[in-house]
Nanobody
Framework: VQLQASGGGLVQTGGLLRLSCEASGRTFNLYVMGWFRQAPGKEREFVGALRLSDDNTYYADSVKGRFTISRDNAENTVYMQMNSLKPEDTAVYYC???????????????????WGRGTLVTVSS
């Protein structure tokens, strides 16, 4: 499975961005696709995820109500709409995926097997 993330950029506080993550390869047995982020000097953290069997979504408390994950089945693409962006949202955002329910239960970096290259989101104050 290969993941290609895109959509990062520079935006002002209160602005919005939409990140995309296109999956290719042997995607048929994926269970979850999600997003993590890593700010300078900090550890990579869980942002949100979508369970592919029923499109249920899960979010970190810090982004609930502001970020929304959705998908386009035809394009094998998951999106993350980010609204009301804050300077503390500045980070490199990574798309991740896994075939196991454990990845979604744990919501940790170690729990996800497939990773895309990051895309930088910068929110200016």
């Amino acid at each position: 499975v290969q993941l290609q993330a895109s959509g990062g950029g520079l935006v002002q506080t209160g602005g919005l961005l939409r990140l995309s993550c296109e999956a290719s390869g042997r995607t048929f047995n994926l269970y979850v696709m999600g997003w993590f982020r890593q700010a300078p000097g900090k550890e990579r953290e869980f942002v949100g995820a979508l369970r592919l069997s029923d499109d249920n979504t899960y979010y970190a408390d810090s982004v609930k109500g502001r970020f929304t994950i959705s998908r386009d089945n035809a394009e094998n693409t998951v999106y993350m709409q980010m609204n009301s962006l804050k300077p503390e949202d500045t980070a490199v955002y990574y798309c991740a995926a896994d075939s196991s329910y454990r990845a979604l239960r744990l919501k940790t970096v170690a729990g996800f097997y497939y990773w895309g290259r990051g895309t930088l989101v910068t929110v200016s104050s």
